[in-house]
């Protein structure tokens, strides 16, 4: 198995040295250790000493220089429209106190398939409707991502399901854009942690 242990960002990466390419969702994405196979074949272990937002069109660089290149799976998606800018604004207000990762398009905004946001969007005069298409939240303004938050599952090497709850009842920061200072992967300990912040 190929190690790749560097992130090459999207402007950096030369298609000369693209070996295979990883299609993800956004939640793989969120990584710092993940096993996966290329579409070529080749079989790739990316070990990153962080947990780290890979974007679409960046690459990971395996151990020998060659560079295997990320894209963004189309995904089950919500897309937020309204009839004037000033709601769209409202709903997105909602969404960032929701703690919801959000991509901001010109006059439409995409979160990830959620039925329980739907009433809410009415509510706000906002239609939603389902799509599949790539999904790129929005990252931090510092440039940090919280995909550390969304806990690089890969990372953890662990699954949600053994913790009995789901990020929306969790008030997770997914996405949400503000510096909390730090990083779990860095903490090297569990985020049940946070329950007592969030109670």
């Known amino acids: 198995m190929l190690r790749a242990t560097t992130v090459v960002r999207r402007p950096a990466v030369k298609a000369d040295r693209i070996v295979d390419t990883l299609t993800l969702d956004h939640q793989a994405r969120q990584v710092r250790r993940l ?3 290329g579409e070529g074949g080749l079989d790739i272990l990316v070990d ?3 947990a780290t937002l890979l974007d679409d069109g960046d690459a990971v660089k395996l151990e020998d220089g060659r560079l295997v290149a990320v894209r963004a799976a189309p995904e089950r998606l919500l897309e937020i429209t309204t009839g004037n800018p000033a709601r769209l604004l409202k709903a997105a207000w909602h969404l960032g106190g929701r703690h919801v990762p959000v991509e901001v398009a010109d006059d439409t905004l995409f979160v990830a398939l959620d039925p329980g946001l739907i009433e809410m969007l009415r509510g706000l005069g906002a239609t939603a409707r389902e799509v599949q298409r790539p999904f790129r939240p ?7 991502d919280h995909g550390h938050h969304a806990h690089g ?8 399901a053994g913790h009995g709850h789901d990020h929306a ?18 903490h090297g ?10 109670a």
């Open 138 to 144: 929005e990252r931090g303004a510092s440039g940090h």
């Open 35 to 37: 096993a996966a196979t």
């Open 48 to 50: 990153l000493d962080r």
């Open 189 to 198: 300990h569990a985020h049940g942690h946070h329950a007592h912040k969030h």
């Open 153 to 160: 599952h890969a990372g953890h090497e662990h699954s949600h």
């Open 169 to 186: 009842g969790h008030g997770h920061h997914a996405g949400c854009g503000c510096d909390h200072g730090h990083d779990h992967a860095e």
